[in-house]
């Protein structure tokens, strides 16, 4: 791949997962209290992180996490997302960018998140190693055409270092 030439570029990433009862539901690196069904998932299932890194990888053309950590490979059962977070982040730093800007949406009807709003944009903004108000997140509900499922998605900032 060629070097990208632009300062700035824009990522997008979306995930959803499939909600099943007796597995944990985690959001953010949060896990929410009080969920009665959890995400169905190779990985832990956090589709915020999951979201977060195919937009950091989509923003240079770097595919997604599906290439990196396929959901056929055993060694990837139940592998925390904050390790592919942290993956994708260096692959993206490689290449000489960096987060400066993240904005992500959870389609999830219940349990309401809107308490964890805080806690959840300080894990990602820490992760990212990024200001916290630089991680921007919003909630909304599948108003019941979508119960049985928690769908994420995200657009990135990436800045060329030095920019």
């Known amino acids: 791949m060629t070097v990208p030439s632009l300062p700035y570029r824009i990522g997008y990433g979306e995930d959803a997962h499939r909600l099943a009862e007796g597995r944990p539901l985690v959001l953010g690196g949060v896990p929410i209290p009080h969920a ?3 995400a169905v998932a190779h990985s832990d299932g956090d589709a915020v992180l999951h979201a977060v890194a195919d937009a950091l990888l989509s923003g240079l053309a770097l595919g997604d996490i599906g ?3 396929p959901d056929t490979a055993p060694e990837h059962q139940g592998l925390d997302s904050r390790v592919i977070l942290r993956d994708s ?3 993206v730093r490689e290449w000489g960018y960096r987060p400066a800007n993240v904005a992500l949406v959870v389609t999830l009807d219940r349990p309401k998140l809107g308490p964890l709003r805080a806690e959840i944009a300080r894990t990602v903004a820490g992760l990212l190693e990024l200001p916290e108000t630089e991680v921007g997140v919003s909630f909304k509900t599948s108003e019941g055409l ?3 499922h928690v769908q994420v998605r ?3 900032l990436l800045v060329r270092d030095g920019e």
Do not use: M, N
């Open 146 to 148: 979508a119960p049985d």
């Open 154 to 156: 995200v657009t990135v």
């Open 36 to 38: 009665e069904r959890g």
């Open 89 to 91: 982040l260096a692959l």
């Open 67 to 69: 290439h990196y950590y």
